[in-house]
């Protein structure tokens, strides 16, 4: 399954990275420009991970602990994710001159 939420991707996929740490949120994906995040709208019905933090390479997984989890942004509407596991990136664009991750 891929799910789509405005510059945020999301895959089901079997497994985290054993290497990949908590995150204390579950904010997704916050907009540089708007100041909007895409986040987990029930408190303790998911958990992050990061793994590479701060590099290139860095990507997020989503646990979703419940039935469902409700992935929310004010522009976008809500998705509900069932549950189990997820990797979540930011859309990129390619230009001649470079790749550029896609900012709310």
């Not at 916050?30 to 590099?55: D, Q």
């Not at 990797?87 to 001159?97: A, L």
Request: glycine share 8%; charged share 30%; net charge neutral.
């Amino acid at each position: 399954m891929l799910y789509r939420h405005g510059d945020v991707l999301v895959q089901k996929v079997d497994e985290i990275p054993q290497t990949a740490k908590k995150a204390r949120h579950v904010t997704l994906a916050e907009g540089e420009v708007t100041g909007h995040s895409h986040r987990i709208k029930e408190p303790g019905a998911a958990e992050l991970f990061v793994h590479n933090k701060g590099r290139a390479d860095e990507l997020r997984y989503l646990s979703v602990n419940h039935e469902i989890a409700t992935l929310i942004h004010q522009e976008h509407g809500a998705i509900e994710l069932p549950g189990g596991i997820y990797k979540v990136w930011r859309q990129r664009e390619y230009t001649p001159e470079r790749i550029i991750t896609v900012r709310d």
